[in-house]
């Protein structure tokens, strides 16, 4: 027989504990315990006014709310203002007395198993304090349904007939998960000692889903990318995975903590009995390329995004149900009948939580003003998709083609055979081109494909008339008058958020058509009189009282107007710069780890090619610096030789006389005085060679 549902008591805010509160469900619980409003009874609005007058400190965090949050961080870089206090590399005898002064300590096991023993430690601390205790303290261990994922069949006459938590008992854990199994049991234990003083309670959560996604993100984000053709489903998918959604598990909490349940084991799951195949084409319908793919379990171990944790629980299989959450527990669900029935709304807060927003872009302006390369660098900057006539009619034509050989659902094939022939008689009639009705429903059943809906797009040269942009757009105006949920509209739609019109001059415009190469001229139809006819044109449309720039307007969209004067790459740079800035920061994932290893390692070559350069450059500069310093030497040595000479031709000129005067003076006679001396012999020569040269002296008159 069920029991009755419990009415929540009135009490004044309890302080919470939440471990690990910046992890994915921690942190989705933290929030949701932090939103939750304390009921009001007539007789308790003089006495919050009185509380709220004594308790001014803390009346930012307290004001209204049920519960004050507090609890371990690995980083303070993050604002959380839904915490009230944070504790960052805390020791045990510190996070003791922090735990010592809240009401209720919560401890989630289930994303990571690191945190086993420190729950351990955390429920035996209390227990063996509640002498010190000032009231009633509650323990809650967030665990994980892996614990049961090797139970027997409850009848194995009847395999469907499903695990309850009544029968908590016969469960059997995951190999990987007897560390788990064993700390349930053991706060189960210390809960009974004295259940007035210390109450504990097991909240067995199936696998998490929703806001932002954990186990389940690595299908999520391979569908959003749409870089893979088919996603993986690893096993034969037949599994069937016990789920809840996080917010749903967060107000199964938020009931304990509240009613106070008297059964100290709770299964918290789903009325969902989805299959992992299920989970997986569902997903990649609605949010990727619509195709799955069956791989081996082993190949899950290939996955670097997935975590051994998160491989064995994707493979669990389990039909199980919550009796106790049905017949204690009053749960405003938000996905009670599980991820499959609720994919659109999973798959929005997926978008919103994790930021990847589509950004959306239409680029007009007259013919060879640079359209196709501005739109190029901003898909390039952004990841999104370019989106022009050429390529989406036949992009489309040649999927009608493939949908007509190889569709099984005949219903599929004959509707793909109409539209197919149906563009391939309009473009007959219509000189390769399509009318207006045909063109617009390509090009928006484009815009509606999951990729353009995911990462966004740039709409490149179109809608070219006031009535093709109103019939594109005109569901988007509609859906914007009725709907009043912003956030499912941001996906669904397809009206630019952003409308950029590139303008130049006549003379610039055939200047630069004139200096385009052949291949150029010819690939976008550039001839000389075909271009001055769509110049032409583009000028006549612009100034009719309705135009595409109108349009938007009307819908208050202010176009980015950008006059194009110059194809100099500084100034391209610019006109980048200035879209940048307007359009904002990307909302996406950003780069891969193997996008920034190849980035890095980019970085590596191009650093080491600029250091190679350098050193060149250096080696060439002492290089010219030594042959200039060997040149100046050789110039230096070369001028005090040519010195040495010219000094020695100058002395020798000088010395011509005197040696012409000695000879024809001077060396006779001393010659002859010498002949003399050798015949004399005399006792001293030199007197004697003095005393002749006076004697003899040719200017003696």
């Known amino acids: 027989m069920a029991e009755p549902k419990m009415e929540k008591v009135q009490r004044s805010p309890r302080r919470v504990f939440i471990n690990n509160i910046d992890s994915y469900a921690s942190k989705c619980i933290a929030k949701f315990l932090s939103e939750c409003v304390s009921p009001k009874g007539e007789d308790t609005e003089k006495e919050e006014k009185e509380e709220e007058e004594e308790e001014e400190v803390t009346s930012h965090h307290s004001a209204g709310r049920a519960f004050l949050l507090a609890g371990t961080v690995s980083d303070k870089d993050e604002d959380r203002p839904y915490v009230l206090e944070e504790y960052l590399h805390m020791d045990r005898d510190e996070l003791l007395s922090k735990l010592m002064q809240c009401d209720v300590v919560i401890y989630n096991i289930s994303q990571h198993a690191g945190q086993v023993e420190e729950a351990l430690w955390a429920v035996s601390a209390l227990h063996n304090k509640m002498t010190d205790f000032s009231g009633p303290k509650m323990f809650i261990l ?11 069949p409850v009848n194995p006459d009847d395999l469907e007939l499903p695990f309850t938590d009544e029968i908590f008992w016969r469960r059997r854990a995951h190999p990987n998960f007897n560390q788990h199994i064993d700390l349930e049991k053991r706060v189960v234990k210390m809960g009974k000692t004295n259940r007035t003083l210390f109450s504990t309670y097991v909240v067995a959560s199936g696998l998490t889903y929703g806001m932002g996604e954990q186990v389940f993100h690595f299908f999520f984000k391979t569908s959003w990318l749409g870089q893979e053709p088919e996603i993986p489903v690893f096993g034969d998918g037949n599994n069937i995975i016990p789920m809840i959604h996080i917010n749903d598990l967060a107000s199964v909490i938020q009931n304990v903590i509240e009613l106070q349940p008297k059964p100290y084991y709770l299964l918290a799951v789903d009325y969902s009995n989805n299959t992992m195949e299920d989970v997986v084409k569902t997903l990649t319908s609605v949010l990727g390329p619509g195709k799955i793919q069956k791989k081996p379990c082993e190949d899950a171990f290939l996955i670097q995004d997935l975590s051994i944790m998160e491989i064995d629980s994707m493979q669990v299989n389990l039909r199980m149900e919550g009796i106790h959450l049905k017949d204690l527990f009053s749960i405003n669900w938000v996905c009670e009948s599980g991820l499959v029935d609720n994919i659109e709304l999973v798959v929005e807060e997926y978008r919103q939580t994790r930021g990847l927003l589509p950004i959306r872009l239409c680029v007009l302006g007259p013919p060879a003003v640079g359209k196709s390369t501005v739109s190029k660098q901003i898909c390039e900057h952004y990841k999104l998709h370019h989106i022009t006539l050429k390529e989406t009619i036949s992009e489309t034509i040649s ?156 819908l208050d969209i202010t176009p980015l107007y950008l006059e194009i004067t110059s194809s100099n790459e500084p100034d391209c740079l610019l006109l980048m710069q200035k879209i940048f800035d ?101 006792q001293d020569p030199v007197d004697f060679l003095a005393e002749y040269l006076l004697k003899n002296n040719p200017f003696n008159y």
């Open 142 to 152: 967030v665990s994980t349904v892996m614990t049961w994922a090797c139970s027997k």
């Open 399 to 554: 999927q009608l083609e493939d949908a007509v050989k190889n569709a099984e659902n005949e219903d599929l094939k004959a509707e793909a055979w109409e539209l197919l022939s149906s563009l391939k008689d309009s473009m007959e009639q219509n000189d390769g081109l399509l009318d207006d009705q045909l063109l617009v429903k390509v090009v928006r059943d484009k815009l509606m494909s999951n990729p353009c809906r995911n990462q966004g797009f740039v709409l490149d040269g179109f809608p070219k008339t006031y009535e093709q942009a109103k019939e594109l757009f005109y569901a988007d105006e509609h859906e914007a008058e009725e709907e009043t949920s912003l956030s499912s509209l941001h996906s669904k739609r397809v009206m630019p958020e952003f409308v950029l019109c590139l303008d130049a001059s006549d003379a610039f415009l055939k200047d630069r058509v004139m200096n385009l190469c052949e291949r150029l001229v010819q690939e976008h139809n550039y001839e000389q009189e075909h271009f001055l006819q769509r110049l032409d044109m583009y000028r006549e449309n612009s100034m009719e009282d309705e135009t595409v720039v109108n349009y938007f307007d009307e």
């Open 582 to 682: 307007t359009v904002g920061q990307p909302r996406n994932y950003g780069p891969s780890s193997q996008e920034v290893e190849e980035e890095e390692r980019r970085k590596a070559e191009e650093r080491m090619r600029r250091e190679a350069q350098e050193r060149a450059e250096e080696e060439r500069k002492e290089a010219e610096e030594t042959r200039q310093r060997t040149a100046c030497w050789e110039e230096w040595t070369k001028g005090l030789e040519d010195a040495r000479q010219q000094q020695e031709e100058v002395l020798k000129a000088q010395s011509v006389p005197l040696r012409d005067y000695l000879m024809e003076h001077v060396m006779p006679t001393l010659t002859q005085g010498l002949k003399e001396c050798c015949t004399a012999r005399p």
